[in-house]
């Protein structure tokens, strides 16, 4: 099974490219939702993008006229915040309509917007009242201060963020994020690709993408070091001359997804065009579970070993190179299936345990308390109609009608669409029988 170049790392490089001076190629590019839409996202700021083949891209971004990206499909994505950052860099403000994504609940900005201020600019954001007019707020240490307009008028939702650099540019600075942050790391790393001089990103995130974005923007031209640690040290170049090709690292959550639905059905699977070592939070769990793992230099094969039942884990979601947040779903499907009580601790996000409901619609055992699941495994899975809540959680359910007893229906597949290249098509490889139906138009392949 080859996995698909990595979603976030794409979404954080095509943000990058925004920044540069010249044109770039993309490779290994995923064919999904979120990559496609914010790929429209940047031809429709004015940046020239031809998609040369499924997964190479060239983009030109000099052909940006305005830093504005003020529209509801900027909404629709998380990624769109590297917007901030690139259009920032290259123009030295920046309109933005307020990201989206996933609902995993509070998602704030702050840190990108500290680091932005750090970068010399001051920063609104901007709400509408009932009568459609603008009220903007200050961003000041933390505290938005109100500019014009009623105080209740925090209750609204906000419209755009506006960044300006009254210098016209990135200034340097030394930057610690209170909270380790990939898209504050990432966006800061952006903003500052410009600067005239260096800037110090202290408690910056690990994650493997934040050093495919830095190799990406050093191969266009840029001087970033420490990516993968937790200091980053960026020496601004006042011109990204790019002309370049880059390749996209494969995705690590797609890799542990399918990793997964191996000991889930007492498989035997080999994902391939990945980065083992980027595997090893899962991998060194999946062993623990008396799951087998054989790596190769750029695979990795799962299976089930005669006889072998799986056994519960404790597992807590942490930064790189702790567990990913992002495969906590998919792992608590397969503790449902393991022998014995299961904890799953979740550190990075306050509500992610939306799609435990679903599970437990399918006859799975598992209790909620706060940012704890405790999972009783075992439970036999039945066949039903439940709901892709979100793009990783609705994997889960997925994953979870594999081994249900009968068939199980899932809806709004499209959150999942957002983010899994082919999915169906990937699973039905593997052996699953899936299939795809569109509601109300009747079977569709
Ligand atoms: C990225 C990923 C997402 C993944 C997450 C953590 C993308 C498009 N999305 O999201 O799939 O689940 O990393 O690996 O790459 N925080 C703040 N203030 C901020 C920013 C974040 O307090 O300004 C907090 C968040 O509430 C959260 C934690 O920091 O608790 C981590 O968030 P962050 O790493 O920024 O996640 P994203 O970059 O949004």
Redesign the pocket.
């Known amino acids: 099974m080859a996995i698909s170049g990595s979603k976030?790392a794409a979404?954080?490089i095509i943000g990058a490219a925004m920044a540069l001076d010249g044109p770039c190629i993309i490779y290994n590019l995923p064919q999904v939702r979120d990559v496609n839409l914010f790929l429209e996202v940047c031809a429709d700021i004015g940046a020239t993008v031809e998609k040369v083949a499924p997964h190479k891209v060239r983009i030109d971004p000099t052909t940006i006229s305005s830093p504005e990206a003020i529209s509801p499909k900027v909404s629709m994505l998380?990624?769109s915040y590297y917007l901030l950052g690139a259009l920032q860099s290259r123009f030295g403000s920046c309109k933005v309509t307020m990201p989206g994504?996933c609902n995993?609940g509070?998602?704030?900005?702050?840190?990108?917007?500290k680091g932005f201020k750090a970068l010399g600019s001051d920063v609104d954001i901007i709400y509408r009242n009932i009568n459609g007019e603008e009220i903007w707020f200050r961003y000041d240490g933390g505290v938005a201060l109100p500019g014009q307009g009623e105080p209740d008028s925090f209750t609204l939702d906000p419209a755009f963020i506006h960044c300006k650099n009254p210098t016209g540019k990135m200034k340097p600075a030394s930057i610690f994020l209170d909270?380790?942050?990939?898209?504050?790391t990432v966006n800061i790393m952006i903003a500052a690709v410009k600067a005239d001089g260096i800037t110090i990103i202290d408690n910056a995130?690990r994650?493997p993408?934040i050093v495919d974005v830095a190799n990406f923007l050093n191969t266009m031209g840029a001087d970033i070091r420490g990516a993968g640690t937790e200091t980053i040290r960026i020496k601004g170049k006042p011109y990204l001359p790019a002309n370049k090709e880059y390749m996209i690292i494969p995705d690590q959550i797609e890799a542990g997804t399918y990793m997964m639905m191996a000991p889930l059905t007492g498989g035997d699977i080999t994902v391939t065009n990945i980065i083992p070592t980027h595997m090893e939070p899962l991998s060194a769990k999946l062993q623990e579970m008396g799951v087998g793992i054989e790596e190769g230099e750029e695979s990795i094969r799962v299976y089930t070993k005669p006889g072998q039942i799986l056994q519960a884990t404790s597992i807590k979601t942490m930064?790189y190179p702790g567990f990913?947040?992002?495969l906590q779903p998919q792992v608590t499907t397969l503790l449902s299936q393991a022998e014995g009580t299961s904890r799953v601790i979740e550190t990075?996000?306050?509500s992610r345990f939306g799609y435990v409901s679903e599970l437990n619609k399918m006859g799975a055992n598992i209790v909620i308390s706060g940012r704890l699941a405790v999972i009783t495994g075992g439970t036999e899975l039945t066949g039903s109609r439940v709901r892709a809540l979100d793009l990783r959680g609705g994997m889960a359910v997925t994953m979870a009608g594999l081994v249900a007893r009968g068939e199980t229906v899932v809806e709004n597949t499209s959150v999942v669409e957002r983010g899994y290249e082919e999915a169906i098509r990937k699973i039905r490889s593997l052996g699953g029988a899936i299939d795809r139906f569109e509601e109300l138009t009747g079977r569709s392949r």
């Open positions: 976030n979404l954080a998380r990624g994504g995993l509070v998602r704030p900005i702050d840190l990108h917007i909270t380790v942050s990939v898209g504050a995130a994650e993408h930064p990913p947040t992002d990075v996000w306050e």
